[in-house]
C-alpha cells in the first residue's frame, strides 16, 4: 500500500545547525512528493515539492532531492533559524490517487 | 487572490448534536479535498471532490461523515450525532486538477466535542 514513513521528533537544534529530517515512502507508480510546515497556530503550507524521480525542490533554504532507487525524499536545510521551529510534515500523492498521504509529522525546535 | 477559507474557525458542541463545517476553495480550483488532523491519527485523507465526477468517499470514517459540494465551489462537510472521538481539526484543501498537483490548505476548523 502507499505510506509515508519520516524520522521522529522533536528534533532540537541549535541556530545555524545542520537539518536533516528523513523521509521514505512506498507507493505504487511515480509518485509527486511534498514537504509541508505548519507554523505554530498556523495552517499547513506548501514547503517544496518533487514530482519525479532526481529532482530537487527547494525554497528558503530548505533542499530534498527525489531519489528513486532508496524512495526516499529527505528535507535538508544548511543553517536552522529560530523562525524555522515548526511541524514538518512528508507526503506523497500517486497520479492515479486523489488524496494525499502524510507522515505523521517532525516537531523541529531552534534554540538560539 | 484569497486562498481556501474556512468556517468556522473553532466549534465546541456537545455529544449527539451535529455539526456543519464550511469550505470555501480557491476561485478556479476544481478539486476538493478534505482531511482530518487528530492526535491520535495524524492526518488522514476523508473525501475529495473533482469536478462533477463522482466524489471518493473512500476516507470517510463512517456513515455519520458527509460531504457534498455545490455549484464545483462551495463544500460543507456534516458531521451527525457528534462524539467526542470526532474532536479534531478538520482541513479543507483546493488544487487546479487532480493528481499531482499542488494542494493548497486553508487554516482549519477546530472541533472539541463535549
Known amino acids: 500500500g502507499n505510506s509515508v514513513t519520516q524520522m521522529e521528533g522533536p528534533v532540537t537544534l541549535s541556530e545555524e545547525a545542520f537539518l536533516t529530517i528523513n523521509c521514505t515512502y512506498t507507493?505504487?507508480?511515480?509518485?509527486?512528493l511534498f514537504w509541508y510546515v505548519q507554523y505554530p497556530g498556523e495552517g499547513l503550507q506548501l514547503l517544496l515539492k518533487?514530482?519525479?524521480?532526481?529532482d530537487k525542490g527547494s525554497n528558503k533554504g530548505f533542499e530534498a532531492t527525489y531519489r528513486k532507487e532508496t524512495t526516499s525524499f529527505h528535507l535538508e536545510k544548511g543553517s536552522v533559524q529560530v523562525s524555522d521551529s515548526a511541524v514538518y510534515f512528508c507526503?506523497?500523492?500517486?497520479?492515479?490517487?486523489?488524496?494525499?498521504?502524510f507522515g505523521t509529522g517532525t516537531r523541529l525546535q531552534v534554540t538560539l | 487572490g484569497a486562498g481556501v477559507s474556512q468556517s468556522p474557525s473553532n466549534k465546541v458542541t456537545e455529544k449527539g448534536k451535529d455539526v456543519e463545517l464550511r469550505c470555501d476553495p480557491i476561485?478556479?480550483?476544481?478539486?476538493l479535498y478534505w482531511y482530518r488532523q487528530s492526535l491520535g491519527q495524524g492526518l488522514e485523507f476523508l473525501i475529495y471532490?473533482?469536478?462533477?465526477?463522482?466524489?471518493?468517499k473512500s476516507g470517510l470514517p463512517s456513515d455519520r461523515f458527509s460531504a457534498e459540494r455545490t455549484g464545483g465551489s462551495v463544500s460543507t462537510l456534516t458531521i451527525q450525532r457528534t462524539q467526542q472521538e470526532d474532536s479534531a481539526v478538520y482541513l479543507c484543501?483546493?488544487?487546479?486538477?487532480?493528481?499531482?498537483?499542488?494542494?493548497?490548505f486553508g487554516p482549519g476548523t477546530r472541533l472539541l466535542v463535549l
Open positions: 484543501a483546493s488544487s487546479i486538477e487532480r493528481g499531482g498537483q499542488t494542494q493548497y
Open positions: 507507493a505504487t507508480g511515480y509518485p509527486s
Open positions: 518533487a514530482t519525479k524521480a532526481d
Open positions: 507526503a506523497h500523492i500517486t497520479g492515479t490517487a486523489s488524496k494525499l498521504t
Open positions: 476561485s478556479g480550483h476544481t478539486a
Open positions: 471532490f473533482q469536478g462533477n465526477s463522482a466524489p471518493d
